[in-house]
């Protein structure tokens, strides 16, 4: 895995993190970061140093190897799984109790 693809699924994982908190980009500001800023590091356009990183692991309540859970996994990931992802993770941290069961409903018929 090359670094430029480190950054790309390092900012998904960023994406999936802030939306399962129900946060917008410009919400970290309150955290000092700009929402610019913080927008190339979900794009995967920024190099982040180890402080940024560990600031992140505070604001979103993980361990840092919860950040690199993307490496474990052998397969890649296209973007639509990684889109379904973010879309499922979003709708459980709701607690939304229509929309997981429809989202059950969905899943029973499909698999």
């Known amino acids: 895995m090359d670094n430029n693809n480190v950054k790309i699924k390092l900012g998904l994982r960023l994406k999936e993190l802030r939306l399962a908190k129900g946060l917008k980009q410009e919400d970290l500001e309150q955290w000092g970061f700009s ?17 940024t990183l560990i600031r992140l692991c505070k604001i979103f309540e993980v361990g840092i190897a919860d950040l690199f859970m993307f490496m474990e996994v052998n397969q890649k990931a296209s973007e639509d799984q990684e889109a ?25 018929e499909i698999l």
């Open 84 to 108: 379904v992802a973010v879309i499922v993770t979003r709708i459980l941290r709701s607690k939304n109790r229509k929309k997981i069961q429809k989202l059950k409903v969905f899943l029973d």
């Open 35 to 51: 929402y610019r800023y913080y927008g190339k590091i979900e794009r995967g356009l920024a190099n982040v140093t180890l402080e």
